[in-house]
């Protein structure tokens, strides 16, 4: 449904030096190879200025790419101009984080305006947007101005509007980030019910992981400009590939070592040290009591020093800090025993034994 190949985007940046004027070039997008397909609901995620609005805005040709092709619904948008990228661009919507209202228009007039603009007649317009007030839950709100309105209100407004020509994509550029945690869970519920009930592909940019953690079904995670990782949700939640990735889950999971523990960590492990790990369970090894295995089959203790369950839409994550304490071999056969088993197991560091 969405398909980009190769795309990069370069901005020149113009400039006064002593000798005259000068420009300097900023490259937002690099090779961006990326696709969504219909009926899916697809993050991306990344840093202030990693390139994740320049990515959005590309898709629609808001920012035309500096090289490579964007297609929508089978149609390479990158080859058209004028009336006829406008026309194809009836088929993407977009919601923004600041919602982008008329404030002298109603709810009814602002959600009309692009059927306004597309040229559609008035009655066929009323057809059109009461039946879309019902769906986002704000059909008594028609005769409305923006200022009478909650923020969460005013994106339902504006993602009816993003509605209203029929879209085949919506684009939501930080559509959450201008509201409070209650209002977001609202959002993101009518988003997934959208999805659901019109087939809808939705691409969404943010820097919440709770969004992407509750409605999306895959990630792409994006840093200088590069796609750096890709993953179907659960995996990404369970296993990122990339520091960046882990990152990214520790700083949103909060499972850290204590910190007195993490100033006595050692990279390299020493002759009298034991192993300090993290281990991420998922699919039947979260019901499994490895732990009481491992402690018995192994011949080590186990210290478990943070402990927590997630639920990644319809799975389930289970996270765990802990310090595997006995000798050296030991400790190496209890690393391979957790390995062969079904958990992303990552070694931390190592502390000195007391003994």
Do not use: W
């Not at 005259?20 to 900023?26: I, S, Y």
């Not at 194809?88 to 959600?111: D, S």
């Not at 959450?176 to 977001?184: E, I, K, N, V």
């Not at 009518?190 to 809808?200: A, E, P, V």
């Amino acid at each position: 449904m969405i398909r980009l190949h190769n795309v990069s985007k370069t901005y020149v940046l113009k400039g006064r030096r002593r000798n005259g004027h000068a420009a300097r070039t900023v490259q937002a997008l690099k090779d961006i190879d990326f696709h969504v397909p219909q009926g899916q609901i697809h993050g991306v995620i990344g840093l202030s200025g990693a390139g994740k609005s320049t990515l959005i805005r590309c898709v629609n040709l808001l920012e035309r790419p500096t090289t490579g092709t964007v297609s929508v619904d089978g149609r390479e948008l990158t080859g058209l101009s004028g009336q006829a990228l406008n026309a194809a661009r009836h088929g993407i919507g977009m919601i923004f984080q600041h919602f982008n209202l008329l404030t002298n228009r109603t709810v009814f007039a602002n959600v009309a305006l692009p059927l306004e603009l597309m040229g559609v007649k008035r009655t066929a317009i009323r057809e059109r947007v009461t039946p879309l007030l019902e769906l986002v839950g704000l059909d008594d709100k028609a005769s409305h101005y923006p200022a009478q309105l909650s923020g969460g209100q005013k994106q339902r407004v504006a993602i009816a509007r993003a509605l209203a020509s029929r879209p085949k994509v919506l684009l939501c550029d930080e559509a959450t980030s201008a509201l409070d945690p209650q209002t977001t869970g609202s959002i993101l519920a009518l988003l997934r019910d959208i999805n659901q009930k019109l087939g809808l592909t939705i691409l969404l940019i943010t820097h919440e992981m709770e969004v992407v953690k509750s409605i999306c079904h895959r990630v792409s995670l994006i840093s200088g400009g590069e796609l750096v990782e890709e993953a179907d949700v659960g995996d990404f939640f369970t296993a990122p590939r990339t520091q960046l990735g882990r990152e990214f889950l520790n700083d949103f999971l909060k499972l850290e070592p204590p910190r007195a523990l993490i100033e006595r960590l050692e990279e390299a492990p020493g002759e009298h040290s034991h192993p300090v790990v993290r281990l991420a369970f998922s699919g039947d090894a979260v019901s499994t009591p490895l732990v009481s295995r491992l402690a018995r089959e192994c011949g080590i203790d186990v210290s478990i020093l943070q402990a927590k369950v997630e639920s990644i839409q319809e799975r389930t994550l289970g996270l765990m800090i802990a310090e595997l304490m006995g000798t050296p071999e030991k400790t190496r056969e209890a690393l391979d025993y957790l390995e062969s088993h079904d958990l992303h197991v990552e070694v931390l560091g190592h502390v000195q034994r007391d003994d």
